[in-house]
């Protein structure tokens, strides 16, 4: 289904209210200003004319996302029930690789199909919630978010072409952010707990058709 038709199916189906209800754990904004937002945004993308794209698929894959505590020192406290939140990761296929929505040309997104078997696993206003809360960044208008991107990347370029080149060791790093150094205990849990949001991942996607 193409992403704009969805957008459509919304608003003839009156769906928005359901959609915010979803964004709504991802943002702690006002229902009624996020409605607004996420409705302003609709009307937004459906204005746009596609053009072509090489893009393959726009695909949203469920996720975990784990919950690690720190002791006072900044080590992980080491448990045997690690706590996962679900999220909803949102990509476009292009070469058989993923990448992500953010700073693509909106045009191009517009046109894209979103993969059936996204919808079909997750349902159809889980799936538009989290492209739609991708895209907005987090409430944001597309043209106020444009602008805080361009303005963001011209005080990046200017830090770097004004610094000389002085880069740091990670473990450097690390020590002046105050992390001393961890236990192999404390590594392997921490390896631990990110293989199994690792496979958890690749399990979904599976399940999902993509071979990637």
């Known amino acids: 289904m193409k992403f704009k038709d969805t957008l459509l199916k919304i608003k003839k ?4 209210d359901c959609i915010v209800d979803e964004s709504h754990s991802y943002d702690s904004v ?5 409605r607004s937002s996420i409705e302003n945004e609709i009307d937004f993308l459906i204005s746009l004319e596609p053009c072509s794209s090489s893009i393959e698929s726009i695909v949203c894959i469920r996720s975990l996302k784990e919950e690690l505590k720190m002791d006072e020192n900044r080590h992980y406290i080491i448990e045997s029930d ?10 476009a296929v292009h070469n058989n690789n993923l990448y992500s929505i953010l700073f693509m040309d909106l045009r191009k997104i517009i046109g894209a199909d979103i993969l059936d078997s996204c919808i079909e696993r997750y349902g159809f206003v889980t799936v538009m919630a989290s492209i739609l809360h991708e895209l907005s960044n987090s409430g944001y208008a597309y043209s106020q ?15 770097i072409l ?27 849990f921490v390896q631990k707990v ?18 990637i």
């Open 30 to 34: 006002d229902k009624s200003k996020l």
């Open 162 to 188: 004004d610094q000389s080149e002085n880069f740091i060791s990670f473990d450097d790093f690390s020590e002046s952010l105050g992390f001393s150094e961890r236990s192999q205990e404390e590594i392997e």
């Open 13 to 16: 189906e009156g769906l928005l």
């Open 82 to 91: 690690v706590k996962y939140h679900k999220t909803y990761n949102v990509y």
């Open 145 to 159: 978010r444009k602008e805080e991107i361009n303005n963001a990347l011209k005080i990046t370029e200017k830090e």
């Open 194 to 211: 990110h293989k199994h949001v690792f496979n958890e991942l690749e399990k979904e996607k599976r399940i999902l058709g993509l071979n």
